[in-house]
């Protein structure tokens, strides 16, 4: 890896150069280097909201091994803390609150976004967290034209919209395909993210 003024890059065997590697070197903002028979590449930069959450920590952590810069949303530093080793850059804010998401997509190749109420019980509604908070992050990407963001929104979505929590999902999916970005909405199944706590209590004879 080279570090240069404000970046990090890879470098690249030309014959394994293809793809964002390729986009990348043409990039006015942020253009890869030629070193002598290789190319060298600014890393791609991520911002993972919901990097807290289940989903969230695997994702930081897959990204970190896979060469990425990783920046992190939380709204309590202290919880990134059993990812610092795969965390770049933690930028602590409150998505549902646009002013302290100010500067958060500087810089930023790619947003993914897990960010959403599972089991959270703050006072806030799904058109708070799982709608206006994606919103205000789309909008902080889009006003820094950051090219794609990724969405994880929920499986069989479309069938589902008589349920607050996926209108409020699915709103936020359809305004993310409508902002004219590359994206990806991912409607995933059941994590089973609970089995372990069934699992503890089993084991202690709670059930
Ligand atoms: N779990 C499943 O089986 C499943 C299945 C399909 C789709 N999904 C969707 O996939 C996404 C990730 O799921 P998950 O199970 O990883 O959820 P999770 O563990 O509950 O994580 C949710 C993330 O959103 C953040 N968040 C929640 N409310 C917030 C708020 N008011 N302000 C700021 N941040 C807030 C949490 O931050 P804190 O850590 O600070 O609370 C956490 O980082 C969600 O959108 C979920 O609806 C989940």
């Known amino acids: 890896m080279i570090r240069g ?5 890879e470098r690249y065997d030309p014959v394994f150069f293809t793809g964002d590697a390729a986009d990348s070197l043409r990039s006015p903002e942020r253009p890869g280097l030629m070193l002598g028979g290789e190319i060298a590449v ?8 919901g990097a807290t959450g289940y989903l969230g920590k695997f994702i930081v952590k897959e990204l970190k091994s896979r060469g990425y810069w990783v920046r992190a949303l939380a709204r309590d530093a202290r919880k990134i803390e059993p990812l610092k080793q795969s965390v770049d850059d ?5 998505a549902t609150q646009p002013v302290t998401l100010s500067g958060i997509c500087k810089g930023i190749d790619i947003v993914i976004s897990c960010l959403g109420i599972t089991r959270q ?3 806030l509604t799904y058109m708070d967290v799982d709608y206006q908070g ?3 992050l789309l909008d902080e990407a889009l006003g820094e034209n950051v090219p794609r963001f990724m969405y994880i ?4 979505a479309d069938r589902l919209r008589h349920l607050e929590i996926v209108r409020a999902k699915e709103k936020f999916a359809d305004e993310l395909k409508a ?18 706590e069934f699992f503890n209590m089993a084991r202690s004879n709670f059930l």
Do not use: C, T
């Open 5 to 9: 003024p404000g970046l990090e890059y």
């Open 42 to 49: 600014p890393k791609q930069r991520v911002l993972i909201a």
């Open 90 to 94: 933690l930028f602590v804010g409150q």
């Open 121 to 123: 019980k703050d006072g």
């Open 134 to 136: 994606n919103k205000n």
């Open 153 to 156: 929104s929920v499986f069989n």
């Open 179 to 196: 902002a004219g970005l590359d994206h990806i909405i991912v409607r995933p199944n059941g994590f089973f993210s609970d089995m372990q």
